[in-house]
Structures are given as structure tokens and as C-alpha cells.
């Protein structure tokens, strides 16, 4: 029962997820689009491909960091980096269970407690969410009127079909609510009482969550968190040069690009198919870019990068399990 339930998840998450990427590319001129395609320099999608690459390794480089702070040991860099790729070959199949999948693998390399491992990732999750959201008041500094413009044309009016000022006030009147209600929940918490079980599993998770604060080499941990981030930008910056249409888009129109597309990641949804093209190329729209154009510049970075997580998570699982079976070998002869 519970298998045919998971592959029901499946379906539907795809399912959604197909609908947004049909919804994407509706009213497109779809053999212009594979035109494009075709022209595109594949020289410059390789070179943004290792800048994704090198992304996924400074991940793993940080989150090592935070296991060793945990005082367990620490794995290899080579299996963190495994383990990190593994999740995101586990995100193409369901959203968000690439984070329980990597810490999964550290737990059975290393033996060291998943939950904890669980506390490192949502640590590592606050942190992005930080770096994201300072990119988002860069690019609102930097560039206030057109995203401002493109948030409120495309986004608030659209929900409410009113235009205004109060339709800004709205707005942040919900945000303000949505705010003060999950601080009553945090608050009466302890109240409302947890059981014993449930306050040990916070306890262990609290642990890795604190993983920052107990970290002997912070500065590196703050750089690698700053790379993450230039090597996200830079992938797509560079994806630029391999169409003539977006050639000349300048670095600041990559990191609207990249607020926006980390943004759609996380849609429920696998890999972020659909909702990553159409807030792509919307956000593209913004700086004159056809949305054909756009929709072309989204296909490449999004499947290129995804054939670098099947490819490299594919290889990663191979290799582990080719471990796991040998070490088993070698206990058997002992």
C-alpha cells in the first residue's frame, strides 16, 4: 500500500510539474525555439556546466566543515561530495528527499547520527536562504525600478486584478500576519507540550543546527557559502554566451537570473522543471529578452545542469555501492 502511495506522489508531483512547463512554453513558436537550440554555442554551456560543477563541490567543502564540528569525525571530502550529489539525483525523483538521502549516506559511511546530519542540513538551508536573500536586496538596490515593476505587474497584480498602492499594502499586511502567527506557534510550543521522543529528536536535530556555531574554521565556512553562490552565478552568467539573443546581458542581469531561478527550485516540484523556465524567462523579460529567447536560455541551463546530477549522482551511487560491496568482502574474509 504504501509503495503504490509513493508512486502516487510520483505522478502527481510530475504531473504538476509538466503542467507548468506546457503552461511555460504555451503560444511559443517551438521551431523557432529549437532554431535556437541549435545555433547555440555548446563551448560556452560546457564551460557554465563545470562552473555548476564547482558549485556542488564548495557545498560539499561546507558541509564537511559542519559535520566535523558535530564530534563524530569527519567523512572524506570525496564522500560528501558524494553524498551531496546523490540528494540532488534524489530531488529528481521527489522534492526535498535529497536532503534526508545524503545525510543518509554519511550516516552509513561514517556511522555518524542522521539526525544530526538532519540539523547540518537545515543549517544549511538558514544559511542559503540568507545569501538568497541578501542577492534579492542587491538586485532590488541595484535595479529597483524594473524588478520592482516586475514583481508588481507581473506578480501582484495578477493575483489580486487590482492595481494601486494598496495593493501594496495588502501584501505586506499578509506577510506581517503569516510573520506574527508562526512566532504564536514557536512561543506556545512548550505549552501545547511534545512528547519525550519528540524532544530528544529536536534535541539531536538542535545539535546540528548549532553545527555554525561550534565550527573551528568559520571564515572558511563563510567563503564557501560566498562561492556557492559565485559559482551559481557564474553558471548561468556564462550560459549567456551561448545564445546570440542573450549575449549581451550584463552580470547584473545574471543575478536577477539567479534570484529568480532559485526561487522556482524551490517549487514542489522535480528539479524544478517548469516553474525554473517560466520564472526564468519572465525574469528575462524584464531586460528586453524575447520570451522565446528566454524559454531557449532556460533549457539549456536547466538541462544541462540537470544532466550534471544524473550523471554525477549516478556515478557517485555507483561508487558507493561498489564500496559498500567490497568492504562487505573484506569482512566476510576476515
Not at 547584473?252 to 522535480?270: E, H, K, R
Request: aromatic share 14%.
Amino acid at each position: 500500500m504504501k509503495s503504490y502511495k509513493t508512486i502516487f506522489r510520483f505522478a502527481i508531483l510530475l504531473a504538476i510539474g509538466i503542467v507548468l512547463l506546457l503552461l511555460a512554453f504555451r503560444g511559443q513558436d517551438l521551431d523557432s525555439l529549437v532554431n535556437d537550440l541549435k545555433k547555440a554555442d555548446y563551448g560556452w554551456v560546457m564551460v557554465s556546466v563545470l562552473a555548476g560543477f564547482f558549485a556542488h563541490g564548495m557545498r560539499a567543502v561546507r558541509w564537511k566543515m559542519m559535520i566535523s564540528s558535530l564530534g563524530h569525525g569527519s567523512p572524506s571530502l570525496i564522500t560528501t561530495f558524494q553524498a551531496v550529489m546523490i540528494g540532488y539525483l534524489a530531488n529528481l525523483v521527489f522534492p526535498r528527499m535529497g536532503e534526508v538521502s545524503r545525510c543518509g549516506v554519511i550516516n552509513k559511511t561514517d556511522g555518524i547520527p542522521l539526525v544530526k546530519l538532519i540539523g547540518t542540513v537545515i543549517a544549511e538551508r538558514i544559511t542559503d536562504l540568507l545569501f538568497l536573500t541578501i542577492l534579492i536586496a542587491l538586485g532590488i538596490f541595484f535595479q529597483f525600478k524594473l524588478i520592482s515593476g516586475f514583481i508588481y505587474n507581473n506578480i501582484l497584480i495578477k493575483l489580486t486584478g487590482r492595481t494601486g498602492d494598496i495593493v501594496f499594502l495588502l501584501f505586506a499586511l499578509f506577510i506581517l500576519i503569516l510573520g506574527l502567527f508562526l512566532l504564536y506557534i514557536l512561543i506556545k510550543r512548550k505549552k501545547w507540550g511534545i512528547t519525550a521522543r519528540l524532544y530528544f529528536l529536536f534535541n539531536e536535530m538542535k545539535t546540528g543546527i548549532l553545527s555554525v556555531k561550534n565550527l573551528e574554521d568559520k571564515p572558511g565556512f563563510i567563503f564557501s557559502s560566498i562561492m556557492i553562490w559565485f559559482f551559481y552565478w557564474l553558471s548561468g552568467y556564462l550560459c549567456f554566451f551561448a545564445l546570440e539573443s542573450t549575449s549581451g546581458l550584463g552580470p547584473m542581469t545574471g543575478l536577477a537570473a539567479l534570484v529568480f531561478g532559485s526561487l522556482a527550485m524551490t517549487a514542489p516540484v522535480q528539479g524544478g522543471i517548469g516553474a525554473f523556465h517560466w520564472m526564468t524567462s519572465e525574469a528575462l523579460k524584464i531586460y528586453d529578452i524575447h520570451k522565446s529567447d528566454g524559454l531557449a536560455y532556460a533549457l539549456l541551463t536547466h538541462t544541462s545542469q540537470t544532466l550534471l546530477v544524473i550523471f554525477a549522482g549516478a556515478l557517485s551511487l555507483f561508487l558507493l555501492m561498489m564500496r559498500s560491496y567490497k568492504n562487505q568482502e573484506n569482512e566476510q574474509a576476515r
